[in-house]
């Protein structure tokens, strides 16, 4: 079946350091991919997506391309801030999957000032 | 997108006793979903609850532990029944809406079974 998996955290980088989440899939089709957030206490939101190959994804300096070829989703910013401080969880929702969202592990990311 | 509104957010629960969370969209949505977030973990899929019909379960979750309901297009809940320390996690409900690809969540509901 569908699976995602990323790497494992926690990742701590340095304020204003460049920041790369690892995310490879497996799916039949072309699934769409997601990254969402979960801030400390908080439920989780949508950063960004890609609904198909060599899409790029952005939201707030963060980007991601949906790379077929490499079945990769990697989420990379460029200069991190201590409020991006978060869990983020790669995603892939497919007609395989009957549109249901199949998470990764998560990974923690905690920016030291 | 619609918003989506979760409530309780969180809760303290007797070993034993049912809890049942409600999830409320501020405007029609085909497919509704329940997680379960266990402590330091990702999301789980418990079921898809869609109108007019039984929600499907996933694998390890059945009917009489977690029923759920979802009479109209805007709302749903969920009860976790007979409840034991092991079912303390975060719920979310969360919506997928014709035309939108990016799924939104509640805030979630934080449970502790004590």
């Known amino acids: 079946g569908d699976s995602v998996t990323q790497m494992e955290g926690p990742v701590t980088l340095s304020e204003e350091a460049f920041l790369t989440i690892n995310c490879t899939y497996t799916a039949t089709g072309y699934p769409s991919l997601f990254w969402y957030v979960q801030y400390p206490g908080e439920g989780l939101q949508l950063l960004l997506k890609a609904t198909k190959a060599d899409d790029k994804g952005s939201n707030k300096g963060f980007e991601a391309t949906y790379r077929k070829e490499t079945t990769s989703f990697h989420l990379e910013k460029g200069s991190v801030q201590v409020s991006d401080s978060a869990v983020y969880f790669c995603?892939?929702?497919?007609?395989?999957?009957?549109?249901?969202?199949?998470f990764g592990s998560g990974t923690r990311l905690l920016v030291r000032p | 997108s619609a918003v989506i509104s979760q409530k309780p957010s969180r809760d303290i629960c007797q070993r034993g006793t049912s809890l049942t969370i409600q999830c409320q969209v501020d405007?029609?949505?085909?497919?509704m979903f329940w997680y379960r977030q266990q402590p330091g973990q990702s999301l789980t899929l418990i079921a898809t609850?869609?109108?007019?019909?039984?929600?499907?379960?996933e694998s390890g979750f059945v009917i009489d532990k977690f029923p759920i309901s979802r009479p109209n297009l805007t709302f749903s809940t969920l009860t976790v029944s007979n409840m034991s320390p092991e079912d303390s996690s975060i719920y979310l409900c969360s919506y997928w809406g014709q035309g939108n690809y990016g799924y939104t969540f509640g805030s979630g509901t934080r449970l502790t079974v004590v």
């Open positions: 609850a869609n109108q007019g019909s039984e929600a499907t379960y």
């Open positions: 995603a892939l929702s497919g007609p395989q999957s009957s549109y249901k969202l199949i």
């Open positions: 405007s029609q949505v085909t497919m």
